[in-house]
């Protein structure tokens, strides 16, 4: 079968780093998503990894390796307002994407 | 810019009762979702949509059926609404041709009684 793993909740102190795992077994891969949901509100996309490596955007940084079916999202510069769930999602060989249960970031002050 | 639009955004509904919930995008992408989100469980995909004129199935069709009439439009119909399906109820929509992202509804809270 398939299956997304992430931590159900971490805690992190604001202005520190925060690395949210998420490993994977899927049919196939086509790329790896991380979006944010805030509580009440729709998922947004933070970041698409389709190659093995680091991609960097802002204070948000996304990893991946194919090989080892694992994902992580970094967060630096913790803000209050980076509170929320974060979720992976990886697109699998029919191009459907397969969805982790999130992981709920709690920051505190 | 709307991108996706939801309607209802909350509903209260009578166990049996019939209940569509519309979603419309501007964005003219070919494939569009249904996602229901539970406590616990994540986003799970009920039915999904790779082009206007064509519906498949996913994780947990039972009890919902949907149309693509045509490219911007696709409602989710729960013919006789039971109380397991509360739930908050996001449509989404991509570009298959692209990365994939999805772009989401503000998503429609249903509670069945």
């Known amino acids: 079968g398939q299956n997304i793993d992430q931590p159900t909740e971490m805690t992190a102190t604001e202005g520190a780093i925060v690395q949210i795992n998420c490993t994977y077994q899927?049919?196939?891969?086509?790329?790896l998503f991380w979006y944010q949901q805030h509580a009440g509100e729709a998922p947004t996309f933070l970041s698409y990894n389709v190659l093995d490596g680091l991609e960097e955007k802002g204070r948000f940084s996304s990893f991946l390796s194919r090989s080892k079916g694992y994902s992580y999202l970094l967060l630096k510069e913790l803000q209050m307002k980076d509170s929320a769930s974060y979720l992976c999602?990886?697109?699998?060989?029919?191009?459907?994407?397969?969805w982790g249960a999130g992981t709920k970031l709690i920051i505190k002050p | 810019i709307a991108g996706i639009t939801q309607a209802p955004t909350s509903q209260i509904l009578a166990a049996g009762r019939r209940m569509t919930l519309r979603c419309t995008q501007d964005m003219r992408h070919n494939a569009m979702y249904w996602y229901r989100q539970d406590l616990g469980l994540g986003l799970r995909l009920i039915h999904y949509s790779n082009t206007a004129g064509t519906t498949g199935k996913g994780e947990v069709p039972d009890g919902y059926s949907v149309s693509r009439a045509n490219t911007d439009d696709f409602p989710l119909t729960l013919a006789s609404a039971v109380p397991s399906q509360t739930s908050v109820y996001f449509c989404?929509?991509?570009?298959?041709?692209?990365?994939?992202?999805?772009?989401f509804g503000e998503g429609s809270r249903l509670t069945v009684l």
């Open positions: 899927t049919s196939g891969f086509n790329g």
């Open positions: 989404a929509s991509s570009d298959l041709y692209d990365t994939g992202e999805l772009f």
């Open positions: 999602a990886v697109r699998d060989s029919n191009y459907q994407l397969i």
